[in-house]
Nanobody
Framework: QVQLVESGGGSVQAGGSLRLSCAAS????????MTWVRQAPGKGLEWVST????????YYASSVKGRFTISRDNAKNTVYLQMNSLKSEDTALYYC????????????WGQGTQVTVSS
């Protein structure tokens, strides 16, 4: 059974940084791309970033490119999202998922981790 547990969210001021973590279990982590998505209040899911199975390739939404960095540690079955220069529009509930950008069509998500950026 796939389990994904997000952590690391919090409240920060604009310009600050946070590092999100997602601990995975129940599947062969190193065989899957991993993706972060987010959902802002009153809005739908937004794809944020994807990393290839061994971390060689990374992809970012234009809204976060240059500010966010996705990485993974396959020995720890964990994917990270380093978020710098945070803006108020980054305020959202952040989720990780096994797979690529197509995960935004999924209906069931874990608890996520809340990021709140105050201006």
């Amino acid at each position: 059974q796939v389990q994904l547990v997000e952590s690391g969210g919090g409240s920060v001021q604009a310009g600050g940084s946070l590092r999100l973590s997602c601990a995975a279990s129940g599947f062969t982590f190193s065989a899957y791309a991993m993706t972060w998505v987010r959902q802002a209040p009153g809005k739908g899911l937004e794809w944020v970033s994807t990393i290839s199975p061994i971390g060689r390739s990374t992809y970012y939404a234009s809204s976060v490119k240059g500010r966010f960095t996705i990485s993974r540690d396959n020995a720890k079955n964990t994917v990270y999202l380093q978020m710098n220069s945070l803006k108020s529009e980054d305020t959202a509930l952040y989720y990780c998922a096994d797979g690529g950008a197509e995960v935004v069509s999924r209906k069931n998500w874990g608890q996520g981790t809340q990021v709140t950026v105050s201006s």
